[in-house]
């Protein structure tokens, strides 16, 4: 599968923003998907995951609260609704398809696909 994330960009702290993140193949709907991110310097973090059917999610404590992660089945793509946007928030955020786990994984190493990235900035 591949996958492909956009919708970041340049915003002032506050503000919100949903990234989405499309998948080609049919088997989408068969994948917990995860959303990760990167800051400058550090190590990639996870962020959110939602099982296959959309019926269960799973936040970093980081961001429970304020960000959402949801998906479309119909049309292969996951999203993550990100509010009250905060400088700390700023990194590349990165998609991600786990093919192979019946949990829900925190851990990037668990995931088997994963997109290109879309940067997120927030201003003060």
């Known amino acids: 599968v591949q996958l492909q994330a956009y919708g970041g960009g340049l915003v002032q702290a506050g503000g919100s923003l949903r990234l989405s993140c499309a998948a080609s193949?049919?088997?989408?709907?068969?994948?917990?998907m995860g959303w990760f991110r990167q800051a400058p310097g550090k190590e990639r973090e996870f962020v959110a995951a939602?099982?296959?059917?959309?019926?269960?999610?799973r936040y970093a404590d980081s961001v429970k609260g304020q960000f959402t992660i949801s998906r479309d089945n119909a049309k292969n793509t996951v999203y993550l609704q990100m509010n009250t946007l905060k400088p700390e928030d700023t990194a590349v955020y990165y998609c991600?398809?786990?093919?192979?786990?019946?949990?829900?994984?925190?851990?990037?190493?668990?995931?088997?696909?994963w997109g290109q990235g879309t940067e997120v900035t927030v201003s003060s």
């Open positions: 991600a398809a786990d093919a192979t786990s019946g949990w829900l994984d925190i851990r990037s190493n668990g995931y088997d696909y």
């Open positions: 193949g049919r088997t989408f709907s068969r994948y917990n």
């Open positions: 939602i099982s296959w059917s959309g019926g269960s999610t």
